[in-house]
């Protein structure tokens, strides 16, 4: 393997490894996690640590690596992962995202490696982690101090915060205490507060540390860089102590000042006389200021990445293009399967008819085992939208729960791509202005916080994907008031609601104070309706005034071949998509009486009835015996009158040349078995269609109508 | 002698609520003792606690009685030096 494909080859993982991070994280949020999950998150960080290792990626190493640590001690139990904590790594995953986008500009994802929100993971740790230690080759951790260690006067004056800020003065001096040895430590009570003043959550604590160290002063500076903010560090060597002592009383008052002097006392390095001394000639001690970036290389990271490899791996990544060949090709093939079982047919010999079955089953198997391998779960969309929410809520200052259900509903992988970006505007657009400010709902008399539903489900042969809110609903004479100012109906047009409510996807409906826009960004719903219609789907709107708004979305469950169900009308066949046809049968001389009214009775419900043979103006003779298929798309139904049912029929889609593109009612092509052409019916527009001229009918003056019942 | 049991982890988080708990039992008892033996996790906003319930009850002429401390608390208290200051006046049990 090159090393370029390779490279995208960890890209492609550590994506995957982020998404499946977030995922967790946002569910935890919510929630308790299992031990599973924790080791998921670790997983997912140590594997791209060790990835990025082999392709020296040192950036993402030494970040990773940090954000490991702080895993590696959650999965042990050491510290809880509470929400802050969550948010932080939620941060961090953004980070390495970031990062994983600058792989090519190595000097720029160094640059990266310590970010603000690395030295916050950093508070989770005991400071054995601490970069100074990673970074620096020269110290390793675990060996004692030698005897000649030099030793150094430390005054830690933690600030009044630190505490709130998640940091403990007692995991510095415990990191101290393994870097080299605490001779003496003193703390220093003075600032103590009594009665009432005493905040539990400040911090009143401060220390004054001999110690023995053999390092740098500029590691022992770092060790404090985190708290450098609000407190004052004071490390200089022991040998310049009384040189330097009178810094120790710079700033503080007499009560500390007293403490400070009795703690050095008791330590053995001021002697009364000493103290007094002015401070003049003194070098500066080190007074710890600003914090040094040091990114340096995590050596140890790279026998960890093989390990990571190692790592069996459940799925196999295939090029789209092959896949798409492989399709095509089946497609090929199941129409010379039909050719050649027509032919078995044809020569009457029964062997060869058993084998060409034998061979259209596995055929059929082998279509639905790769069709399967395009179809990936919504899921994969529906994943992001926890984070979507969250941000949005927050933005907006809204509390907003998302449900999500049917995440395991299969798409094709072409649609779930580009369905992303309209259901992210739905969903936008539901919090921004379905959901009413905290304020409107109690009034209302709904909860404080608002809910957004997302929902899945197949639904005879489409895919349907619901976006609903508990929101104030749509504002159907605003949007009519609008669409009548825009000029898109007239004022006399009587239009139902679900009309009304679809004038928001129309182009014009554009921009300033719409009802449903997302402000400030002069995106229009348009841009949904678009992106729908370019999948061959629809989109509906059901809302209840005050109660919430629905969108709901059919596509199409894949684009490529379908199971079809054939009928004839005089010399022509047609197919239709077999998920969409729900019962046939035969239209009897009473049924077709009633039929002047174009109108079904099936078991009680009244279906409107679509005759092919006119409507499509074959101009055939009608045929001896004629059937009804009745049809079902989304909640509507009609009857289909036709002459002849032919049966199941596996179809591969052919698409329409450009010239028949704008065809309603035609939504493809398909070869048949006979190589003769057979056009594939769009069920929605015939439904459409049958339910529009029903309609229509029913909107003559009420005499003639009168009639009809 | 009103005995205060303090939980297996005392940090920041708890840190608030047992300052409370100390106030209250210090404003209705005159002898307060505090049983650290369950104590495994404690960071130095404890200590702060402990040693702000020692100067106030010294002020108040009220007995505080530190007792039974678990190892974790012990080491702890070495490593900070507060060692001296916070001196255990009844032996840490075996084994609690």
Redesign the interface.
Known sequence: MNLEVALQTFLEEARELLAEMERILLDVESSEMSHEQINALFRAMHTIKGSAGLFGLDGIVSFSHEAENVLDRVRDGEIRLDAQLCALLLRCHDHVKDMLGHVDDPPHLLAMANPPIAAELRNYLPLADSPALLLTDSEPADIEPPPSSRKWVLSLRFGEDVLRNGMDPSSFIRYLAMQGEIMQIVPVLSRLPLGTQFDPESNYLRFEILFAYDGSEQNLKEVFEFVLDDSRIHIFAAEDFSECFSQLLADIDEAEQLAVRQAWLQIGLLHETVGALDSDSCPPAILATEPTVTSAVVAEALPEGKAAKAVESRFIKVEAGKLDNLINLIGELVIAGAAANLMAKKSGQASLVESTVAIASLIEQIRAGTLSMRMVQIGEIFGRFPRVVRDVSKELGKAVTLSVSGSDTELDKSMVDKLADPLMHIVRNAIDHGIEAEAQRLAAGKTAGGHVWLNAFHESGSVVIEVADDGRGLDRERILAKAIDKGLVSAEQTLSDSEIYQLIFAPGFSTAEQVTNLSGRGVGMDVVQKAIDQLRGTIHIDSMAGEGTTFRIHLPLTLAIIDGFQVGIGQATFVLPLEAVIECMELTQALHHEGVHHCLNLRGEVLPMLDLNAFLELGYPKGKRQNVVVVRYGDSKAGLIVDELLGEFQTVIKPMGALFRNLRAISGSTILGSGEVALILDVAALIRYAMASEARRHQLPLGVSGNVS | MYHVVLEEEL??YQ??Q??ARCRDALKEHNELLLDFSRVQEV???I???V??LQ??AR?QHKHLLLSHYSAALIE?LQ????VD?LKAEVAPQEGS
Do not use: K, M, N, R
């Not at chain 2, 490593?79 to 507060?82: A, E, H, N, P, V």
């Open positions: 940090t920041i840190a608030a047992l300052h960071d130095c906003s200590v702060q606690v040693l702000w100067a106030e002020l702890f490593l900070t030096g507060f200051l």
